[in-house]
């Protein structure tokens, strides 16, 4: 089992950029494909971005797509979110999730550690 801890969350005006980070512990960081999550008040979960256990391979939702970029440093157990011009439909909890599985998916179903998010707020 892997335990996350996002951070890197605030309140921000559309346009800024933001860089969340996620920091896992235990000895199968490395060995996990990451995702990143977000959940707006009233809605579901959502599929932001996953990465690959080596990096390699990233994956974007369509909202996504363009704006941010998903790292990883193994290194340092640290997965990343680089969000660029944000707009205020980005505001939403975001989380970190490790997948079960050795594959990269997007099923919010595949993903079996969760952190607690980091609130990212974007005003108009």
């Known amino acids: 089992q892997v335990q996350l801890v996002e951070s890197g969350g605030e309140l921000v005006q559309a346009g800024d950029s933001l860089r969340l980070s996620c920091l896992g512990s235990g000895r199968t960081f490395s060995d996990n494909p990451m995702g990143w999550f977000r959940q707006a008040p009233g809605k579901e979960r959502e599929f932001v971005a996953g990465i690959s256990a080596s990096g390699g391979s990233t994956y974007y939702a369509n909202s996504a797509k363009g704006r941010f970029t998903i790292s990883r440093d193994n290194a340092k157990n640290t997965v990343y979110l680089q969000m660029n011009s944000l707009k205020p439909e980005d505001t939403a909890v975001y989380y970190c999730?490790?997948?079960?599985?050795?594959?990269?998916?997007?099923?919010?179903?595949?993903?079996?550690?969760w952190g607690q998010g980091t609130q990212v707020t974007v005003s108009p």
């Open positions: 999730a490790a997948s079960r599985y050795l594959i990269l998916t997007v099923r919010i179903t595949d993903f079996g550690s």
